[in-house]
C-alpha cells in the first residue's frame, strides 16, 4: 500500500501544524496551573492515595503514546514520520537557512551532518536506547502523574529537537537521538503491516521520505542522506543492514519486551498495596509518586529492600537483560534448527531475522495487553477491540515476515531495476504481456521476460546488464566483491557470462571512478544528495524561466539559491560539477572529462602496443590482449555522450587527438562495438594514427592488470609474474584487490602454492585455436577438459557412431577417412565436433597416425563451454569456416 507514502505533502504539512500546536497547549496547561484544571476521565481517588485533577498526564501517556505505537505496530511508520510534530519542529532552523555550516574538504561552506565514523555516529543507538529507559525511569519515579514534571520534560524535548535540528541537517533528531527513533526501527521490523514495499516503489520519492513543495507545487525530494540506509526511505533494506555493523541494536531490539513486560508490572506497583493503579488509571494522578523516590522497594513498610530511584532503573536494565537472554537463547536454538536445511551463514540470518520479529511480537501485544488508548471508553470494549486489532495485525505482519530474507529482497531489487531498465529501453513492450503492465509482473516473471526477448535485441543485453549494475550500486544495494554472485541470475536470464559482469565493472569504473571507490553507504548517501539536488535546480530552472544552467545569467537572488542548494547537498566539487553538467551545455567540466577520457584511451593503447610487442617472444602475455581490448571498449564507451557535445567544432584539438588514436584501435576492439550496435566514432575515415612511443614497460603494464575486475585475470598476471619478475610478484603478493573478489584460485596462489594448470596451459598457448582468448577462457578449456593419449594406429573413431565427446589436439596428428575422401588433423586442431554440433552420428573414421595426446570434451562439458565461453566459441566458428573455404577452393 502506498497510501501513506503517496499522501499529500501540503495536507501533512497543516497536520503537523496541528499536532505541533496540540503539542504547544498541552505543555502551557501542565506549566500553567490555571490552565490545568481538566481531566478527560478522572477516577475516584481511594482513601490514603493523593489525586490530582489535571488530566494532562492521562491523555499524553495513555492516549497520545498509546496512539503513535498504533500507528506502527498496525499502520505504518511511514505515517507517524511524516506527522511527528518533534520532527517537524526540528526542521526550524533549516526552514530560516540558519543551520550550523562548516568547512567542508573542499573549502567551502556546508551544513554540518552527523559523520558515520563520528561518535554519534557510531553510537547513536546505544545513546537512545539510554535515553530510552532513562526515560521510563522518569516515568515510574516522578512523570507519569506529575503535570509540572511531564511539561518540564516535554518542553526541554522540544528545545533539544531544534538544537540537534540547528546543529546537524536532515532528520538528525529522528534518525540519532529520540529514543522513539530506535523504538520505531524495532516495531517496524522489515516494514510495517500497511506500508509500501520502497524497493519496488518505481516513484523517486518513496515511504517517509523528506519532501518540500517546488515553486511548481510538485513534491520534491528534500533528502541530505543524514542516515544511510535510512527507514524513511527504505524500511526493509535499514533492516536488512542492521544485522550487521550496527552497534547496539540486536541489545535494543531483543531487550524491548523485558522492559514493556517490567514497565507496566512496576506501573501497578507504583501506589499503595490495597490500590490497582494501571487499570484504575489512577497511576496518571497520583500526586505523592515524585514524594516516593527514595521510598523502600518492594516493601517500604518493612523496613527492607532499595530505594525506588535505585531499585527501578535497576530492575529495568535486568529485565531488559534477561529478555536479551531468551531471545538469544531462542535464535540459538532456530539456528541449529534451520542449520539442517540450509548453509550455516544463511541459518544464522534466517534465526537472527526471525527472532527479531517474535520480539517484536511479544513486545507490541504486551504493551498493548495493559496500555488501552480509548481510556476505557465504552467500558473497556473499545479497547478490547483495538488488542484484538494490533493482535491481528502483527500476526499477518509476522506470516509476511517469517520466510523473507535479504536474498529474497536483494532479487526483487535486482528485479525492479530490471524492470525500470526495460520500460526505458523497449517502451512498446507492455502491449506484449496479455494487457497486465511491468509493475503486476512478479521478479521472476521479470527476468523470464528479459529472458525471452527476441534474439536481435540480443545486443542490448549487455547495455541492459550495466544499467541495472549502475542503478544498483548507486543506489547502495550492492558491494563490488560480492555483485558477481548476487547478479547470477540475472545474467543468466540474459544470456550473459561472468566475463561480461566484469566488463560492466570496468566501464562504470571508467565512466564514475568514485561510484566503485565509496561504499554502500556512501553511494547510496551521494546519490541521495545528487538527486535532491537534481531536483532543486530543476525546480530553479523552472523558476529562472531557464531551459539550461547558465549560471552567469542567474539574477543575485537565484544565484544565492544556487548555493545553498550546494551547501546543502554537500557534494564534493567533481560530484557537484557532473552534477550541473546535465543542466548546462559544453562546459570547462565537459572538456575536462574529455579530456581525461582521451587521455585514458591513448594510454590503453599504449599498454595494449607494449603487450603485443612483448607477446612476439612470449605467448603467455598473448591472452592478456583480449583483457586491454575489453578494457579499451570501456575507455570509449563514457565517451560517446562527451564527443556527442563537441563533434561540431572539426577543427578541435580533442577531436583531432581522437581520430589519429581511432586509427590504432584493434579489429577486436572495432569488432565489438559492431557488435553492440553501437555508433562511438564520430569520424568515419580516421587521420593519421597517432605515435605512441616511447611504450610503457611491459612487465609494468602486466602488474597495471593485477586490479582487473575478473579474478582470473589477476591469476594470470600473478602465474605469468612469478616467471618473469619474481620480485614484482612478490609485491603483489602483498597488494590487496580491495573491494574486488577474490577467488580460491586466485588465493591458492597469493598463498604461495602452484598453479595446478600451469603444465596444461602451457600447452594451451601453442594451439592457434586459443590464441584469441582472454586468461579465464583459457581456464574454462583447461577446466572442463581431460588430458587422453593414443598411440600410433589407435582408433579414435568409427563412422556410424553416436557423437559423445570431441578433443582439441595438442601433439601428433590424425588421419580422417570419409567413403571417397581422406584428411589429416594436426596439432592445434579439433577432431570430432561437427558431429556434435549437427547432433547426429559421425561420419567418418579417425585413425592415430602418429602418437597423439588431445585435450577431450565430453558432449556436456562442450555445450557448456560453448555456453560460457563466447571467445572459444567464434575461435571455434572461425576455425569450421577456413575448413569449408579451404574444401570448396579445392573443388574448384
Known amino acids: 500500500m502506498r497510501i501513506f507514502a503517496r499522501w499529500p505533502e501540503r495536507q501533512a504539512h497543516a497536520v503537523r501544524w496541528l499536532l505541533l500546536l496540540g503539542w504547544l497547549a498541552l505543555i502551557a496547561s501542565l506549566l500553567i496551573p490555571p490552565l490545568g484544571t481538566w481531566a478527560l476521565r478522572p477516577p475516584l481517588c481511594p482513601a490514603g492515595l493523593d489525586c490530582h485533577g489535571h488530566g494532562g498526564n492521562q491523555l499524553f501517556w495513555g492516549a497520545v503514546v498509546p496512539t503513535g505505537l498504533l500507528i506502527l505496530a498496525a499502520g505504518s511508520h511511514e505515517l507517524w514520520r511524516r506527522l511527528c510534530p518533534l520532527a517537524f519542529v526540528s526542521q526550524l532552523f533549516r526552514g530560516l537557512d540558519r543551520q550550523r555550516r562548516v568547512t567542508g574538504r573542499n573549502g567551502r561552506p556546508q551544513v554540518a551532518k552527523v559523520e558515520s565514523d563520528s561518535w554519534l555516529g557510531r553510537h547513536h543507538l546505544a545513546l537512545q536506547w539510554c535515553l530510552l529507559i532513562a526515560g521510563l525511569c522518569l516515568r515510574l519515579l516522578a512523570v507519569n502523574s506529575s503535570p509540572v514534571g511531564l511539561g518540564l520534560l516535554l518542553l526541554l524535548t522540544v528545545l533539544a529537537a531544534i538544537a540537534v535540528g540547528w546543529a546537524y541537517a536532515g532528520r538528525a533528531w529522528c534518525q540519532y537521538v529520540c529514543p522513539m527513533g530506535a523504538v520505531q526501527q524495532v516495531i517496524t521490523g522489515p516494514r510495517g503491516p500497511l506500508a509500501s514495499a520502497a524497493h519496488l516503489d518505481p516513484g ?51 531487550s524491548y519486551p523485558g522492559l514493556v513486560l517490567a514497565f507496566f508490572l512496576l506501573s501497578r506497583q507504583q501506589g499503595p498495596q490495597a490500590v490497582e493503579m494501571l487499570r484504575s488509571g489512577l497511576w496518571a494522578f ?21 530505594p525506588r530511584l535505585l531499585a527501578i532503573p535497576a530492575l529495568l536494565s535486568a ?9 538469544g537463547g531462542l535464535e540459538r536454538a532456530l539456528q541449529t534448527r534451520l542449520a539442517a536445511d540450509h548453509s550455516e551463514e544463511r541459518a544464522r540470518a534466517m534465526a537472527r531475522s526471525r527472532t527479531r520479529l517474535l520480539a517484536t511480537f511479544t513486545a507490541v501485544n504486551l504493551f498493548f495487553w495493559f496500555a488501552d488508548p480509548s481510556l476505557g471508553a465504552a467500558e473497556g470494549k473499545v479497547g478490547q477491540l483495538i488488542r484484538s486489532l494490533v493482535l491481528i495485525a502483527s500476526a499477518i505482519w509476522l506470516y509476511r515476515g517469517w520466510p523473507r530474507d535479504a536474498e529474497v529482497y536483494r532479487r526483487e531489487s535486482t528485479g525492479a531495476s530490471l524492470r525500470s531498465q526495460l520500460r526505458k529501453r523497449f517502451p512498446g513492450l507492455e502491449a ?4 497486465r503492465t511491468l509493475e503486476e509482473l512478479t521478479p521472476g516473471e521479470v527476468f523470464t521476460l528479459a529472458k525471452a526477448l527476441p534474439a536481435q535485441l540480443a545486443a542490448s543485453s549487455q547495455a541492459l546488464y550495466r544499467d541495472v549494475l549502475a542503478d544498483l550500486f548507486r543506489g547502495g544495494r550492492l558491494e563490488r566483491a560480492t555483485s558477481a554472485v548476487q547478479l547470477e541470475e540475472l545474467r543468466l536470464a540474459l544470456g550473459l557470462e561472468e566475463a561480461d559482469h566484469h566488463t560492466a565493472i570496468r566501464e562504470l569504473e571508467l565512466q564514475d571512478p568514485e561510484l566503485l571507490e565509496l561504499d554502500g553507504r556512501q553511494r547510496a548517501s551521494r546519490n541521495l544528495r545528487e538527486e535532491a539536488a537534481a531536483e532543486a535546480i530543476q525546480d530553479l530552472l523552472q523558476f ?15 544565484a544565492r539559491r544556487l548555493e545553498r542548494i550546494r551547501q546543502d547537498s554537500g557534494l564534493e566539487d567533481g560530484a557537484w560539477q557532473q552534477l550541473l553538467l ?15 577520457g582521451v587521455d585514458a584511451l591513448q594510454g590503453e593503447l599504449a599498454r595494449r602496443a607494449a603487450l603485443a610487442v612483448a607477446a612476439r617472444d612470449d605467448n603467455r602475455i598473448r591472452p592478456l590482449l583480449p583483457v586491454c581490448d ?17 563533434r561540431a567544432g572539426d577543427d578541435d584539438d580533442l577531436l583531432q587527438r581522437f581520430a589519429a588514436l581511432q586509427a590504432l584501435l584493434p579489429s577486436a576492439v572495432v569488432g565489438e562495438l559492431l557488435r553492440r550496435d553501437l555508433t562511438l566514432l564520430p569520424h568515419a575515415d580516421p587521420g593519421p594514427a597517432l605515435e605512441l612511443e616511447p611504450l610503457p614497460d611491459p612487465l609494468q603494464a602486466i602488474e597495471e592488470l593485477w586490479n582487473d575486475p575478473d579474478p582470473e585475470n589477476a591469476v594470470w598476471v600473478l602465474w605469468l609474474l612469478e616467471q618473469r619478475d619474481p620480485a614484482r610478484a612478490a609485491r603483489l603478493r602483498r597488494t590487496p584487490r580491495t573491494g574486488l573478489p577474490v577467488t580460491p584460485h586466485l588465493q591458492g596462489l597469493m598463498d604461495g602454492r602452484p598453479l595446478a594448470e600451469a603444465p596444461l596451459l602451457e600447452l594451451l598457448l601453442r594451439v592457434p585455436l586459443l590464441a584469441e582468448l582472454s586468461p579465464s577462457a583459457l581456464f574454462n578449456v583447461a577446466s572442463w577438459g581431460t588430458l587422453q593419449a593414443w598411440p600410433a594406429g589407435a582408433p579414435l573413431l568409427q563412422a556410424g557412431e553416436e557423437a559423445a565427446w570431441m578433443a582439441i589436439l595438442l601433439e601428433g596428428s590424425v588421419l580422417v577417412s570419409g567413403v571417397d575422401w581422406q584428411a589429416r588433423v594436426t596439432a592445434g586442431e579439433t577432431l570430432g565436433e561437427m558431429a556434435l554440433l549437427s547432433g547426429r552420428s559421425r561420419g567418418s573414421a579417425a585413425t592415430a597416425e602418429k602418437p597423439v595426446q588431445a585435450l577431450v570434451f565430453d558432449a556436456g562439458a562442450f555445450e557448456q ?24 577452393g579445392e573443388q574448384c
Not at 292 to 300: I, S, V, Y
Not at 582 to 596: I, K, M, T, V, W
Not at 865 to 888: K, V, W, Y
Open 432 to 435: 506484449h504481456l496479455g494487457g
Open 630 to 646: 575489453l578494457r579499451i571498449v570501456g575507455c570509449l564507451l563514457p565517451l560517446l555522450p562527451l564527443l556527442s557535445e563537441f
Open 544 to 558: 529562472a524561466g531557464q531551459h539550461d544552467l547558465r549560471p552567469e545569467l542567474l539574477q543575485p537572488s537565484q
Open 319 to 327: 529485565a531488559g537483560a534477561g529478555s536479551v537472554a531468551l531471545f
Open 204 to 254: 523517486r520519492i518513496t515511504q517517509s521520505m523528506c519532501r518540500t513543495l517546488g515553486d511548481d507545487a510538485q513534491e520534491r525530494s528534500a533528502c541530505v542522506a543524514c542516515q544511510s540506509p535510512c527507514i524513511d526511505i527504505d524500511s526493509e533494506r535499514t533492516y536488512w543492514a542492521g544485522f550487521e555493523g550496527r552497534r547496539g541494536l540486536r541489545w535494543a531490539w531483543l
Open 582 to 596: 546535465r543542466f548546462g551545455p559544453r562546459s570547462d567540466f565537459a572538456r575536462r572529462q574529455l579530456e581525461r
Open 865 to 888: 563451454l560453448l555456453h560460457q565461453s563466447s571467445g572459444f566459441a567464434r575461435s571455434l566458428l572461425r576455425q569450421q569456416t577456413r575448413r569449408i573455404e579451404g574444401m570448396q
Open 286 to 306: 497520583d500526586a505523592d509518586l515524585p514524594a516516593r523516590a527514595l521510598d523502600l522497594w518492594p516493601r517500604p513498610d518493612a523496613g527492607w529492600g532499595m
